[in-house]
């Protein structure tokens, strides 16, 4: 079983939409969460950043925690097809000795002007 | 541009051939990461250097693979004795140090074709 589980999509939807995406993990030790967003052939770009449990707001973008049940989203308001994208959840601990982010695979989404 | 910058970008090589990748961090950032990613897969960690010293290996890591990164600075990942396993796309990442510290900032990459 793999520490970080994301659904790999393609994920359609029409301009406009609320698109929810989902990770589930394994590890109760991790306490830093962040979800990224990949065009394709380019590097990862930091889209939010949550520590612990919670929820944060930026713009159209909402991050939420949910450590009780190992489980963590991201949801994205009227979404527009500049959005498509592949979004990418990544984890960290707070384990002395050990630095580094486990992600998941990825979800392709795909937004229809 | 002052973001993480990776050569070359591109590279096609012949099984069994040594490559070696460059990564050029944000300057004032201390921590830096090395990442593979093949397709529909995410970036898998591989090292993790503060300033100049590893203090971090992938368990998964062959001991082909080799990376540095002298005074603190760039970085390097070599790759003895090619497979054809190894195409992938090879990604650099930095971060400051600090309490707000855990954003990672992306290179392009560098994608990796072994024939």
């Known amino acids: 079983q793999k520490e970080v589980e994301q659904d790999p999509g393609p994920l359609s939807v029409p301009e406009g939409a609320i698109v929810s995406l989902n990770c589930t993990y394994s590890n109760s030790a991790f306490q830093y969460f962040m979800w990224y967003r990949q065009y394709s052939r380019k590097g990862p770009e930091l889209l939010m950043y949550?520590?612990?449990?919670g929820n944060k707001e930026d713009g159209r973008f909402t991050a939420q925690v949910d450590k009780s049940s190992k489980y963590i989203s991201l949801f994205i308001r009227d979404s527009q097809p500049s959005d498509s994208a592949t979004y990418l959840c990544a984890m960290r601990t707070t384990t002395s000795g050990t630095y580094k982010y486990i992600f998941g695979t990825g979800t392709r989404l795909k937004v229809l002007a | 541009d002052t973001g993480v910058s990776q050569n070359p970008r591109h590279k096609i090589t012949k099984r069994g051939q040594n490559v070696t990748f460059r990564c050029d961090p944000i300057?004032?950032?201390?921590?830096l990461y090395w990442y593979r990613q093949t397709l529909g897969q995410g970036p898998e960690f591989l090292t993790y250097?503060?300033?100049?010293?590893?203090?971090?290996k992938s368990r998964l890591l062959s001991d082909r693979f080799s990376a540095e990164r002298p005074k603190g600075s760039f970085s390097t990942l070599e790759i003895q004795r090619t497979e054809q396993g190894d195409s992938a796309m090879y990604l650099c990442?930095?971060?400051?140090?600090?309490?707000?510290?855990?954003?990672?900032?992306f290179g392009p990459g560098t994608r990796l074709t072994v024939l």
């Open positions: 250097f503060q300033n100049e010293a590893q203090l971090e």
């Open positions: 949550t520590y612990s449990s």
């Open positions: 300057s004032e950032h201390n921590r």
């Open positions: 990442a930095s971060r400051p140090e600090g309490a707000g510290g855990n954003e990672q900032f």
